[in-house]
Nanobody, 113 residues
Framework: QVQLVESGGGLAQPGGSLRLSCAAS????????MGWYRQAPGKQRELVAF???????NIADSVKGRFAISRDNAKNTVYLQMNNLKPEDTAVYYC???????WGQGTQVTVSS
């Protein structure tokens, strides 16, 4: 059974940082490109960043220069480092294997002073 468990969200002040983690099980993690998505209230879910199995990364323009994605195949975990957070980054963040249809429960990120 595929499981994706996100953690690390919370309340941050503008300009602050958070690091999200997503632990995967039930898949051959190292074989899949992994992505972080977010969904803000009233908006569609969007892809924020992804990392290929070989480590190549792609970051959405809206967060480029502030967010970084990485993975640890030994731990079956993908990370999203978020720096210089802005109120518009407030959303529920989800991880997903790009080629699979499974979603985790998400982790709430709120950026507010």
């Amino acid at each position: 059974q595929v499981q994706l468990v996100e953690s690390g969200g919370g309340l941050a002040q503008p300009g602050g940082s958070l690091r999200l983690s997503c632990a995967a099980s039930g898949i051959i993690f190292s074989s899949y490109a992994m992505g972080w998505y977010r969904q803000a209230p009233g908006k569609q879910r969007e892809l924020v960043a992804f990392v290929h199995s070989g480590g190549f990364t792609n970051i959405a323009d809206s967060v480029k220069g502030r967010f970084a994605i990485s993975r640890d195949n030994a731990k079956n975990t993908v990370y999203l480092q978020m720096n210089n957070l802005k109120p518009e980054d407030t959303a529920v963040y989800y991880c997903k294997a790009l080629d699979l249809a499974y979603w985790g429960q998400g982790t709430q990120v709120t950026v507010s002073s």
